[in-house]
């Protein structure tokens, strides 16, 4: 705690209409629906992308919401959603045709419990539908995604986007109308420029038949992520085009004319000829036009194209499930449309008015400190140079209290696209910290000690809270280290499960999370590093009861109902051994064989496996939910 006294700086107030702290998902849908009180207004007849795109002789063959119809006269279904509590299913609609997703159906169906999106329903007469992508060369098995993770507000209307993080992607294996072997396509999506990754690949787009990279030139997909870094110009993400074994930021991986778009709400665009010409274009979907960063010949190696024809959305061809994304709207249309369409559909995504976002809280880790308060950069996930960095209450939607290692590494830590910073890379005591380009100064290194402190090596001092202040808006700097509680600060990456001796419920093997692997207790290790460490002891509660970790699910061994049957890391199925009930006492019930989750004789050794046991209430049964 600094000795000073702390000077009050006038901080911008964050305006966030996410106001609201999430505890588990059915408090998140309990929440979001008191908010989704609004009544739709509907939309005026006027031509929306699809028309737009078939008036110019580029028809949609695949459009996707769940937002809005993409048609001037759509009256169908945008998505399904599938309850938790029952499997129940829902196909939430439009209010009115050429309208808004009737939001307030889905927040009545998944009252009281947890939903999540099965099913994306394409709006083109291709019907083309996207279900949640199996396992691939390159992942395992896909989830679904939370159906009230991604609230939004379009038009005034309250609706929900589609929150994709790691491990979540859609897919259609076998199409009709999508260009195959050459033929020309466009394609455009909204997605959200705070919510990137650096992971390979949340793509949307054409891609192969079979969830194997085939080789270069068989994809022609849509990625907007910051996967090109080094050498790029800007702070990113880059509006990319993922063509398999290359994404590239114009003719090569590396574009500097294309610095990028990080804005809430990002229109992103590429058309392909097929043979020897592609486009790349990205905007701010609130208002503006579009840039084109890239028109040109295909790479090397990649004329003519050999596109297969399949449709991802999440993921890369081969399943490759490791970035991150939200997403709005996008379509897919039979040959390489106009500029002048392009425009018009850009001026038709303005005029809609997205607002509000919130974006899932994208990647990265929390970071609690003081009071529980959340280490947050002023402003509403505009993130500029020399924001404050500051206490603010925790909320699980904001993009800028997610903190990620940057691509500099060296302890640097990023949000936004800047990194964490000493003003001026001073070393004095009572510097404050401030968002700032990532240059890797001393001034940007952070390393987290294990009295819960973290230090900046270069001056040798602590992150710290002035005076213990907990107030909303106050900035941070660096103090002497003490260990005191206004230096206390830990890193969260999701929901770690401790056990008997305070172990945490782990998965053997360092964050690898294959099919089969052992699930057992090991001491819980979360503070020690930035970097991606114990991943396998950050647990979330999925569809169906489950619970996940590595994009798959706590397993009994063989789908077993025997009293001691081992416990193991599987892909998701939704089979009663991944069903999981957390009761009154602490015991994790599984309902299907009636047993509760159990440490063998109450050993607290690590890589103790655990079983499943005639439930007891001892504490070999007792798990906290953190």
Sequence with gaps: MSLLSLVRLSVPGRHRWRRFVIVGFAALALTVGSLFAVPQTAQALVPLPCDIYASASSPCVAAYSSVRALYDSYNGSLYQVTRASDGTNLNVGVVSPGGYANAAAQNTFCSGTTCTITTIYDQSPQHNDLTVEPAGAAGGANVAANASALPVTVAGNNVYGIYLPPGVGYRRASTTGVATNGAPESMYEVASGTNVNDGCCSDFGNVESTETDTGASHMDALNLALLNDPGSSGHGPWVEADLENGVFEGGTAVNTANTGNASKFVTALLKNNGQNTFALKGGNSQSGSLTTWYSGTEPSGYSPMHQEGSIVLGTGGDNSNRGTQSFYEGVMTAGYSTDAADNSVQSNIVSVGYSAVSTGGGPGSTIVGPGGKCVDVSGDDIGGNLAAVQLWDCQTLAADQHWSPSALGNGTLSTLGRCLDVDGNVTAAGTKLELYDCNGVGGQQW????????????????????????????????????????????????????????????????????????????????????????????????????????????????????????????????????KWVPQSNGSLLNPPSGLCLDDPSGNTTNGTQLQIYTCNGNVAQVFRIN
């Design 447 to 578: 390393v987290p000690q294990q009295n819960g402190t973290i230090m900046n090596p270069q001056s040798g001092l602590c992150l710290d809270d002035p005076s213990g202040n907990t107030a909303n808006g106050t900035v941070l700097q660096i103090w002497t280290c003490n260990g005191t509680s206004a230096q206390q600060f830990s890193v969260t990456r999701g929901t770690p499960i401790i056990g008997n001796g305070n172990k945490c419920v782990d998965v053997s093997g360092n964050d690898v999370g294959g099919n089969l692997a052992t699930v057992q207790l090991w001491d819980c290790l979360t503070v020690a590093t930035f970097s991606p460490l114990a991943l396998d002891q950050q647990w979330t509660f999925g569809a169906n009861q489950s619970l996940q970790t590595l994009g798959r699910c706590l397993d009994i061994d063989g789908n077993s109902t025997a009293i001691g049957a081992k416990v193991e890391l599987y892909d998701c199925n939704g089979v009663g051994g991944q």
